[in-house]
C-alpha cells in the first residue's frame, strides 16, 4: 500500500513539473517568433540607416524580446507595457550590434 502510494505521488510530481517545464518551453517560443517581429520595429525607431543584415536584426529582436520578457515578467506589468520594454531592449541591442560592426571595420 505505501509503494503504490509513493509511486502515485511520483506520477503527481512528474506531471506538474512536466507541466511548468511545457509552459516555459512555450512562452520562450512565443518570445522568440514575436522577437522577430521586434526587431524590425526596433530597427524602424533608430534614426538613420542601419548597416546590419537581417539575421544580425532578427537576433536582436530575439534577444530583445527574450530580455523584454524576462524584465517584465520580474516587474509584473501588463503584456503592452512587456511589447514595449522589448522593443527598447532590441534597440539597444540594434544600436549595439552597429556600433560593434562598425568598430571591426
Known amino acids: 500500500m505505501g ?8 506520477v503527481v510530481v512528474l506531471v506538474v513539473v512536466g507541466g511548468a517545464i511545457m509552459g ?29 543584415g537581417l539575421i544580425a536584426t532578427s537576433l536582436a529582436g530575439i534577444g530583445g524580446s527574450l530580455a523584454g520578457g524576462v524584465i517584465s515578467n520580474a516587474l509584473g506589468v501588463g503584456s503592452i507595457i512587456q511589447f514595449l520594454i522589448a522593443i527598447i531592449v532590441a ?6 550590434l552597429e556600433a560593434g560592426g562598425r568598430a571591426a571595420a
Open 3 to 10: 509503494l503504490l502510494f509513493f509511486l502515485l505521488l511520483g
Open 24 to 52: 516555459l518551453v512555450v512562452q520562450v517560443a512565443v518570445w522568440a517568433l514575436i522577437g522577430l517581429v521586434i526587431g524590425a520595429l526596433a530597427r524602424l525607431i533608430l534614426p538613420g540607416p542601419r548597416p546590419i
Open 91 to 96: 534597440a539597444v541591442l540594434v544600436a549595439l
